[in-house]
């Protein structure tokens, strides 16, 4: 019988339950700082769907899942029996195995350094800055889910935050990846959204006022060709040539390098590689 009703209840609780029930038995430590907060990084000139992504959060509302926009500023492995699948199939116990991808839990990273452009800049430029309240249906690992963790955390059992701080990574790579679990909604779950400053008048200030939560600039990020060429072991040299040829002026920022990846005239992936030396080097 005892067998039985632990299969009932199962059965009746969701998917999102599920998994923050299983992760929680996984983890261990202190009540994580409730000033810190869960910040999800991204391009905002980029496109989901043929369609610039500010203008299609506009409508829908909501910040989905790589599994719904089929768009990553990372790996492009959310789909049936990818990377991206068998690792949330492990470390929710399956509970989203069988559910509709708008269900599944959206990635971002906790800010536990506080840093104004997010916690994660590698995966963009811009961030949403969610609310405290969701901290609570948020799960942690560390590090990165891509290299297959074994310590994670809860809002109410983070001992991620004393491991970050003791270990020493590259700054790109010095984040606790959080997993947001139902749906973030732009006009409730969203303290507001972070801006480079080289988007001013632009297009993409234009959506971003359309958006149902604050708007708020942080410094900026440029990074000069003379410095640029001065970390050819970053990314390898190659990323170097390719961005003093996009640059403008002389110089890199978000926007210009945006604009190189949407000619389609360059590799993702390379454009990609130039955007990390500029999030690396070229902050304050």
Same mark, same amino acid.
């Given at each position: 019988?005892? !067998?039985? !009703? *632990?299969?009932?209840?199962?059965?009746?609780?969701?998917?999102?339950?599920? #998994? @923050?029930?299983?992760?929680?038995?996984?983890?261990?430590?202190?009540?994580?700082?409730? !000033?810190?907060?869960?910040? @999800?990084n991204f391009?905002?000139?980029?496109?989901?769907?043929?369609?610039?992504?500010?203008?299609? /959060?506009?409508?829908?509302?909501?910040?989905?899942?790589?599994?719904?926009? %089929?768009?990553?500023?990372? %790996?492009?492995?959310?789909?049936?029996? %990818?990377?991206?699948?068998?690792?949330?199939?492990?470390?929710?116990?399956? !509970?989203?195995?069988?559910?509709?991808?708008?269900?599944?839990?959206?990635?971002?990273?906790?800010?536990?350094?506080?840093?104004?452009?997010?916690?994660?800049?590698?995966?963009?430029?811009?961030?949403?800055?969610?609310? #405290?309240?969701?901290?609570?249906?948020?799960?942690?690992?560390?590090?990165?889910?891509?290299?297959?963790?074994?310590?994670?955390?809860?809002?109410?059992?983070?001992?991620?935050?004393? /491991?970050?701080?003791? *270990?020493?990574?590259?700054?790109?790579?010095?984040?606790?990846e959080a997993?947001?679990?139902?749906?973030?909604? @732009?006009?409730? *779950?969203?303290?507001?959204?972070?801006l480079d400053?080289?988007?001013?008048?632009?297009?993409?200030? #234009?959506?971003?006022?359309?958006?149902?939560?604050?708007?708020?600039?942080?410094?900026?990020?440029?990074?000069?060709?003379?410095? @640029?060429?001065?970390?050819?072991?970053?990314?390898?040299?190659?990323?170097?040539?390719?961005?003093?040829?996009?640059?403008?002026?002389?110089?890199?920022?978000?926007?210009?390098? %945006?604009?190189?990846?949407?000619?389609?005239?360059?590799?993702?992936? #390379?454009?990609?590689?130039?955007?990390?030396?500029?999030?690396?080097?070229?902050?304050?």
């Amino acid at each position: 019988m005892g !067998a039985d !009703a *632990d299969t009932d209840a199962d059965t009746v609780r969701t998917p999102r339950e599920r #998994a @923050l029930g299983h992760v929680a038995g996984l983890s261990s430590g202190p009540p994580v700082d409730p !000033a810190l907060r869960v910040t @999800l990084n991204f391009h905002p000139d980029r496109r989901a769907h043929g369609r610039p992504i500010l203008e299609a /959060l506009a409508e829908c509302g909501v910040y989905q899942s790589q599994f719904v926009t %089929g768009t990553s500023n990372g %790996g492009l492995t959310a789909h049936p029996g %990818g990377a991206r699948w068998r690792w949330e199939s492990r470390i929710f116990q399956g !509970a989203y195995d069988h559910a509709p991808a708008h269900e599944r839990p959206v990635y971002g990273a906790l800010n536990f350094r506080r840093k104004p452009v997010g916690a994660a800049p590698r995966f963009g430029s811009a961030h949403f800055r969610l609310t #405290a309240r969701t901290l609570e249906r948020t799960t942690f690992c560390y590090p990165d889910s891509f290299l297959e963790p074994s310590d994670f955390g809860t809002a109410e059992r983070m001992r991620l935050v004393e /491991l970050a701080l003791a *270990d020493r990574k590259d700054a790109l790579d010095d984040y606790i990846e959080a997993h947001v679990h139902g749906p973030v909604r @732009l006009d409730h *779950d969203v303290e507001a959204l972070v801006l480079d400053p080289c988007y001013r008048g632009s297009a993409v200030e #234009a959506a971003a006022r359309r958006l149902p939560c604050p708007l708020e600039w942080h410094h900026g990020f440029r990074l000069t060709v003379e410095e @640029l060429r001065l970390h050819p072991a970053y990314r390898g040299p190659e990323y170097v040539d390719l961005g003093v040829a996009i640059a403008v002026g002389g110089r890199l920022d978000p926007r210009i390098v %945006g604009a190189a990846a949407g000619t389609g005239s360059h590799d993702p992936q #390379a454009v990609k590689k130039v955007w990390h030396c500029l999030a690396r080097f070229g902050t304050p």
